[in-house]
């Protein structure tokens, strides 16, 4: 069973996310990797056409050789998973593993236009692709990610803003989890909402590299997304999110209680400059509620 110190436990807290470079079995990776090299597109545009469809994640993994690997991973995270967050309070995974692929931009990273890290925009989960307002919303406690093969800088590795899950508790005290779409707007320099901005705007993401086998544990609400990749490489990666018994009944008081429902994080002190800000502004009425969904795309 994996373990985390004390100091890996008040990191995740603080930050809302975790690396463990190279932690799972380079065999296991292995075998997951080679099966992916022959089951998924290695043409862009034959991909998009697949992570366009409603039924993208299957289609993703229908020709892949064998799942098992891809199960084995889900169950290696999974453990991880329940060593932060408490035993028996997730579900187990099943079969199916969300496969994210970043297909290289062609571009130099020293090309002054290629994307910078800077100008991506992160995005909380749960909402889907063709999400509308008053559709019901998925909810999860804590997602991993395992890369499948080497991620280098600039090489389309998981980028997260670390601390934003702390806003996003705030803003779910003050909004409906239903606005959350787009993500989280700025916070102004005297503590209010600022609704023209969006929060990731306000300071630059982390972008995670790592060799084969790298973990990444998040909290459901950080702020991430996939990364730019200048590199000559397809940056592969499984995505499997875990949920409580019972999220569905939880996750509007989850999304305001950010840890309420982690018994193994309740004695976890977290350093001054982390934790709940308040932000003082009143619901928004109907109209900002508009604006604040009018943006957000779902990479990984």
Sequence with gaps: ?????????????????????????????????????????????????????????????QNIPSAEPFNEINRRMFEYAEELLGEDELVPPGDGTQIALRYPSGKSPHDPEAERPRELHGHLDG?????????????????????????????????????????????????????????????????HWDYDRKRNDQFD??????????????????EHTGG???????????IRRFRRKNAQDQKHDAAQNIWKYWPKMQDVEVSPEFGPKEVTEPVPDAETVDIIERRGTHDH
């Design 205 to 222: 993401p982390f972008e995670i590299s790592g060799p084969p086998g790298t973990l990444i544990l998040a909290h459901y609400k950080l």
């Design 127 to 191: 909402y889907g692709t063709g999400y509308e307002f008053g559709d019901q919303i998925e909810y999860a406690s804590i997602f991993g990610i395992t890369y499948l093969d080497r991620v280098r800088p600039r090489g389309g590795g998981f980028t997260v803003w670390p601390g934003s899950h702390w806003t996003a508790q705030e803003y779910f005290r003050d909004h409906s989890l239903e606005s959350g779409r787009g993500g989280l707007p700025a916070i102004d320099e005297d503590g």
């Design 228 to 238: 730019v990749n200048h590199s000559d490489s397809i940056r592969m990666a499984a």
């Design 1 to 61: 069973m994996p373990t985390f110190t004390d100091e890996q436990r008040r990191e995740f807290k603080e930050l809302g996310f975790i690396v463990l470079p190279g932690e799972l079995d380079s065999d296991l990776i292995s075998r997951a990797r080679e099966g992916l090299k022959k089951g998924t597109p290695s043409d862009r545009e034959e991909y998009d056409e697949v992570a366009d469809d409603e039924d993208r994640f299957k289609q993703m993994t």
